[in-house]
């Protein structure tokens, strides 16, 4: 497996950093996890081609990992991409087309076909990849509710496999909830350092042999701690390098 982070950025821009958007290269084909803003450019800039993708998944709908997503698939359109894509989505994928033709983004006229599902359909197209909930969103919950607003508050884990060897996306997390199996088991995480406790990065950070990328920014908790002890297994989320695992 390959993977590129093409963008590392939190959810408040910043000058140096792209937002999330990452490229994994397995056997069973290529993958976009999360589409921020910013990522077409950065799919031009790494030479991947209009035919490239195999799927694109949406971690969650925070306008930091989708709002790049009409753009990539104008650009794909533009650049006249036959090749089928699938498109999997948190939640609501209808209410989300509808978004697409506002943007007068029609997907009966690109030249390709575009399948769209929901994230937990995963493992019936992929089986190298499966997902997890996560409890990123459950704090809208009353909010949500008094609204009475349609959203279901999913956000997802992504665990990929490949050759052996296995690599988690948490995407953003606020606890381990639902993931702490996934985590222990997992040869490289490339995970939300921003939005969890440190305690629960640091607990992680003293496994043996557990390679961690920090990514989407760093809590304040933590990089104190990082400054005072030794973390040889963990390493900063760079964005335009690819990794083999």
Same mark, same amino acid.
């Given at each position: 497996?390959?993977?590129?982070?093409? &963008?590392?950025?939190? &959810?408040?821009?910043?000058?140096?950093?792209?937002?999330?958007?990452? +490229? !994994?290269?397995?056997? $069973?084909?290529?993958?976009?996890?999360?589409?921020?803003?910013?990522?077409?450019?950065?799919?031009?800039?790494?030479? !991947?081609?209009?035919?490239?993708?195999?799927?694109?998944?949406?971690?969650?709908?925070?306008?930091?990992?989708?709002?790049?997503?009409?753009? +990539?698939?104008? *650009?794909?359109?533009?650049? &006249?991409?036959?090749?089928?894509?699938?498109?999997?989505?948190?939640?609501?994928?209808?209410? !989300?087309?509808?978004?697409?033709? *506002?943007?007068?983004?029609? /997907?009966?006229?690109?030249? !390709?076909?575009?399948?769209?599902?929901?994230?937990? /359909?995963?493992?019936?197209?992929?089986?190298?990849?499966?997902?997890?909930?996560?409890?990123?969103?459950?704090?809208?919950?009353?909010?949500?509710?008094? $609204? $009475?607003?349609?959203?279901?508050?999913?956000?997802?884990?992504?665990?990929?496999? %490949?050759?052996?060897?296995?690599?988690?996306?948490?995407? %953003?997390?606020?606890?381990?909830?639902?993931?702490? =199996?996934?985590?222990?088991?997992?040869?490289?995480?490339?995970?939300?350092?921003?939005?969890?406790?440190?305690?629960?990065?640091?607990?992680?950070?003293?496994? =043996?042999?557990?390679?961690?990328?920090?990514?989407?920014?760093?809590?304040?908790?933590?990089?104190?701690? *990082?400054?005072?002890?030794?973390?040889?297994?963990?390493?900063?989320? $760079?964005?335009? +390098?690819?990794?083999?695992?």
């Amino acid at each position: 497996m390959k993977y590129t982070i093409l &963008g590392a950025g939190s &959810g408040l821009p910043h000058p140096d950093y792209h937002l999330s958007s990452l +490229v !994994f290269q397995t056997n $069973q084909g290529n993958f976009l996890i999360d589409c921020g803003e910013g990522t077409s450019k950065q799919l031009i800039k790494h030479k !991947f081609d209009h035919n490239f993708l195999n799927a694109i998944f949406i971690s969650h709908y925070h306008p930091d990992h989708i709002a790049g997503i009409y753009m +990539v698939l104008q *650009m794909l359109y533009l650049q &006249g991409r036959t090749k089928p894509l699938n498109l999997f989505l948190p939640e609501r994928p209808a209410a !989300f087309i509808e978004t697409m033709h *506002m943007f007068y983004t029609f /997907e009966q006229r690109f030249p !390709f076909a575009l399948n769209v599902y929901e994230v937990l /359909e995963t493992g019936q197209y992929y089986s190298n990849i499966s997902v997890a909930l996560t409890d990123h969103l459950t704090g809208y919950g009353e909010f949500i509710k008094s $609204q $009475q607003y349609p959203n279901t508050m999913h956000s997802f884990c992504f665990n990929l496999r %490949d050759d052996n060897k296995t690599l988690v996306y948490t995407s %953003d997390i606020s606890t381990f909830s639902n993931i702490q =199996p996934i985590l222990e088991n997992a040869d490289v995480i490339i995970l939300d350092a921003l939005h969890p406790d440190a305690e629960l990065i640091i607990s992680l950070i003293q496994i =043996p042999d557990k390679y961690l990328i920090l990514n989407h920014g760093i809590s304040d908790k933590l990089k104190i701690w *990082m400054d005072n002890n030794p973390h040889n297994n963990v390493y900063f989320a $760079q964005e335009n +390098v690819t990794n083999n695992l």
